[in-house]
């Protein structure tokens, strides 16, 4: 399983971003899916999942209400909208997949992505 984050990038403090990330390799539509993101000098940290099916979705309190996880199986692709970005959101954002797990654990998923940066100024 191979994952490809591509999307983020500098934006100003209010704004949106909508980091992708692509599953290749095996049938993206067995895998949980979920976005992590690690801040310098901060341990990597749950964001939001989406179960296979794109029926269960699970996010962290810090972003409730302000991003959304959602999946295309047809185009094997994970998706992240972030809306009203704040400086504090700056960090690189991971993708990660699993075929039996959809949780807020890192050290649950199985496959992991080489992440993508976003930048927030304020």
Sequence with gaps: VQLQASGGG????????????????????NYNMGWFRQAPGKEREFVAAIDWSGTS?????????????????????VYLQMNSLKPEDTAV????????YSGTYVSRYRYWG????VTVSS
């Design 10 to 29: 500098l934006v100003q403090a209010g704004g949106s971003l909508r980091p992708s990330c692509a599953l290749s390799g095996r049938t993206f539509s």
């Design 57 to 77: 979705t699970y996010y962290a309190d810090s972003v409730k209400g302000r991003f959304a996880i959602s999946r295309d199986n047809a185009k094997n692709t």
């Design 93 to 100: 954002y991971y993708c990660a997949a699993d075929p039996y």
């Design 114 to 117: 080489q992440g993508t940066l």
